[in-house]
């Protein structure tokens, strides 16, 4: 889905409820382009107030790079209710797709998150990627 210079993506579970999703804009893509070579990637835990399909808080995931100045430019973010592998897997996966395309970073800065860190893992040895 994308509309006004916004590249959206969403995960739905069984019952048809948004428990991930993605959001780019034009800007994000244009400074991963020009600063994406190393990524860093933050999450804010139980921030958004509006309350999931389960009663939890969204976690809130940015995607930052560094550009020439030593300022962080936001590349991507992405909104999930729980911190399983399957849903940061598709974090990855959507900003890979929408604002990488094929054009990966050589370094991620993340958390120290087991089920982050497998999930890159999961989705680096899938598609083949060097970083």
């Known amino acids: ?11 739905k579970d069984s019952m048809g ?3 991930c999703f993605f959001l780019a804009t034009e800007t994000m893509k ?3 382009q020009l600063y994406g070579e190393v990524i860093n990637f933050d ?20 995607f930052f790079a560094q550009d020439t100045d030593l300022r962080f ?6 909104f999930y209710v729980k911190d399983q592998k ?4 598709s974090c ?3 900003y890979f797709d929408l604002v ?3 054009v990966m970073p050589f370094v991620i800065f993340t958390d120290d998150i087991i089920p982050l860190n497998e999930a890159i893992l999961e989705v680096k040895k899938e598609r083949n990627y060097k970083f």
């Open 92 to 94: 990855f996966e959507f």
């Open 1 to 11: 889905m994308s509309f006004e210079g916004k590249t959206v993506r969403r995960m």
């Open 17 to 19: 409820n948004t428990v």
């Open 86 to 89: 399957m849903l940061l897997k």
């Open 43 to 62: 999450t804010t835990y139980r921030m958004i107030k509006r309350l999931s399909p389960y009663g939890e808080k969204y976690a809130v995931s940015y």
């Open 30 to 32: 244009k400074n991963y």
């Open 100 to 102: 990488c395309e094929g």
């Open 73 to 78: 430019v936001m590349t991507g973010v992405c």
